[in-house]
């Protein structure tokens, strides 16, 4: 089974920079996902690392550590559009469904 | 359609009523997977299908939750004698099939989902 941790809520200031931590607990591991949720609409996909290290697009970059059971997704230059719940999701080998854990909800204030 | 089409997209019923909640997944797409998401919760699974069949249905919370697929393309959740419990967002997502090797992450792609009032 899988277990993933991430924190309830942050608040960060538009322009600066955040990192929000996700850390999981799996029997087997086959990918981390990144989602992005807007209140009221469909989550939707951000980034994917199946490899240790960091994946970069643009303002969002997505970091894993499979020895550590640990991610990490970075944000930079934040726009007040960046306020969201950002969901980590874990896969188990094969084509299984994907966990995800409870989401954390970011507001950016000016 | 381009993307996970959902209906209804609001659905309110009286406690005992039967509820069918409708997904049509992007064209292609091999697998499809319920979830539930109730007012500030992660995404809870339900049942996933690969083609028609449902390889796990460990995620249903009680027997009056069904689901099928039909055509390896539309599903239907079906809530049997709602319980005010039942109030959530369902969600639909479906994907191609991740292989070993392949350049496809796997990724779900969601639909809008169908908000369920059970009064």
């Known amino acids: 089974g899988q277990n993933i941790d991430q924190p309830t809520e942050m608040t960060a200031t538009e322009g600066a920079i955040v990192q929000i931590n996700c850390t999981y607990q799996?029997?087997?591991?086959?990918?981390l996902f990144w989602y992005q949720q807007h209140a009221g609409e469909a989550p939707t996909f951000l980034s994917y690392?199946?490899?240790?290290g960091l994946e970069e697009k643009g303002r969002f970059s997505s970091f894993l550590s499979r020895s550590k059971g640990y991610s990490y997704l970075l944000l930079k230059e934040l726009q007040m559009k960046d306020s969201a719940s950002y969901l980590c999701a874990v896969r188990d080998p094969g084509n299984t469904p994907l966990v995800f854990g409870k989401g954390t909800r970011l507001s950016v204030i000016a | 359609g381009a993307g996970v089409s959902q209906s209804p997209s609001n659905k309110v019923t009286e406690k005992g009523k039967d509820v069918e909640l409708r997904c049509d997944p992007i064209s292609g797409h091999t697998a499809l997977y319920w979830y539930r998401q109730s007012l500030g919760q992660g995404l809870e699974f339900l049942i996933y299908?690969?083609?028609?069949?449902?390889?796990?249905k460990s995620g249903l919370p009680s027997d009056r939750f069904s689901a099928e697929r039909t055509g390896g393309s539309v599903s239907t959740l079906t809530i049997q004698r709602t319980q005010q419990e039942d109030s959530a967002v369902y969600l639909c997502?479906?994907?191609?099939?991740?292989?070993?090797?392949?350049?496809?992450?796997?990724?779900?792609?969601f639909g809008e989902g169908s908000r369920l009032t059970v009064l």
């Open positions: 299908f690969q083609g028609n069949s449902a390889p796990d």
């Open positions: 997502a479906s994907s191609l099939a991740k292989k070993r090797g392949g350049l496809n992450t796997g990724e779900l792609f």
């Open positions: 799996t029997s087997g591991f086959n990918g």
């Open positions: 690392n199946v490899l240790d």
